[in-house]
């Protein structure tokens, strides 16, 4: 890592925990939005990871959302040690879902999650591993935008 | 039209008392689905839904919706009200179904009107 970061910052997310869903993606729309970010690439940044951490918590068993914003980006990193995904392709498939009744019951699990991740990102990149979990990396230019 | 004309429109009672609803919106995302609104809705948008969890709240928050209705005559828990009310978005509960509140809305349009 070559860039200057201007703010970091790493947040837990527990597998299963549905209740706390969403905190750690509304803690980081927060930070964000208080660094003076354009609001349209703070929406993107918050969209990407919620939907990752959601994915963490219906999937897998533990996982972290860590956060970098440099002067010209938004990293987000998304990993979690979980069943892995089999078939990546199959995966980013809109519509195609492995979503169980209960995360359908909260209004999820329609088989958009990965594509729209990749929907408001500049950058997408996934590592699965069957058996020991996923990997995110996404990242937002920003190129020094504010609100 | 604001918040609270479309509060009128549907008899809707505002459920996160002290929030202004003089807001100015122009366009609705009615869905239960969180992962479409989440793929699919536009900034600045209401959400209307049936559904009365967190993640509404949640997801409202994180796609800059400017309030939520919830329909059919449900209630969400103090819980998520206290969570809407942390977030300063507005909560409104209508007894209309999601097909009569949206048509409600639509025939009040300018262009619509009888």
Redesign the interface.
Known sequence: MTETASFQQEFKVKGGDF?R???A??EI?NLLRDLGLD??LV?RA??AC??AEMNIIMYAWQGRLDLLVTPHRIRIIAEDKGPGIPDIKQAMREGYSTATPEMRE????????L??IK?NTDTFRIRSKVGHGTRLELTIKTNGRKA | MTLQDIRLLLGGELLTLGIDLETECLKVFASDLMSDVLAFSEPGSILMTGLVNTHVVRTACLVDALGIIVVQGKRPDTAVVAEALRNRVPIIATGCSMFEACSRICRSLPGNRP
């Open positions: 209740s869903g969403g905190e993606s509304c729309k609001p349209h929406r918050a969209i919620y939907e909260l209004g999820f699990g329609a088989g958009m999650g594509a729209n929907k």
